[in-house]
């Protein structure tokens, strides 16, 4: 297996030119999925000054099992795809888009690899929305060791309440080490919905695009 799966991710932009965007939205899709289908999303938020940014997993999948697993099962493709990302805030960066103008966005597998980043590599974000994920790692980990202040960035959690890959409870977690850490979350579980994205959703991710601009 490479030691770095991910390090040469083709990323897909698409939305405003990154030049001339209010802000930029890396976009993180889920297992066994390419950007296309989360840039699906774009029409529906209806931002056009948005600037979309969308890597690529190695083989459609960003690690190889489920985000409950002991995270060694999930190496080296998790550690892998957090340098991934924090190169890309980087790059954003240094072409001159502050970290509080950008919002990261993931969905399933996406999600659950885009909220373990925001607090390995942690900064305060323009906000953080997580559609059907959480942290990884197995039942009773407690994240004792996450003790960064996010200072109010806004983050959004959305995922049904059966969903069969993403138990509500690590949701729950989730918003919990967020809060603790000075996040202002917005946790929303649906009932009996699929392991979609839902309208509701998608106005509240509209919500921390439009504050994220007035930072």
Not at 15 to 44: C, Q, S, T, Y
Not at 47 to 55: L, N, T
Not at 114 to 137: D, H, K, M, N, W
Not at 176 to 184: K, M, P
Request: glycine share 8%; aromatic share 8%; charged share 20%.
């Amino acid at each position: 297996m490479r030691m770095d799966p991910h390090a040469s991710a083709v990323v897909v932009y698409d939305g405003a030119p990154i030049d001339n965007a209010d802000l930029a939205l890396i976009m993180v899709h889920g297992r066994n999925a390419a950007p296309k289908n989360i840039l699906e999303l774009i029409p529906r938020f209806d931002r056009p000054r948005v600037a979309c940014v969308a890597p690529t997993a190695a083989g459609g999948s960003w690690y190889p099992n489920s985000f409950m697993q002991p995270t060694e099962s999930n190496q080296p493709g998790l550690h892998s795809a957090m340098r991934m990302l924090d190169a890309l805030v980087e790059s954003l960066i240094a072409g001159g888009m502050p970290a509080h103008r950008i919002v990261l966005l993931g969905f399933s597998q996406g999600a659950c690899l885009t909220a373990e980043f925001c607090i390995r590599y942690p900064r305060r974000y323009g906000g953080v929305v997580l559609f059907s994920g959480g942290f990884q790692g197995p039942d009773g980990t407690t994240w004792s060791d996450v003790n960064f202040d996010f200072v109010e960035m806004p983050v959004f959690l959305g995922c049904s309440d059966v969903d069969s890959h993403i138990p509500k409870e690590r949701v729950m977690e989730t918003s919990e080490v967020l809060i603790r850490c000075g996040a202002e979350v917005t946790q929303r579980l649906y009932a009996g919905m699929g392991h979609v994205v839902n309208d509701d959703e998608i106005m509240h991710l509209q919500d921390i695009l439009d504050e994220a601009v007035t930072q």
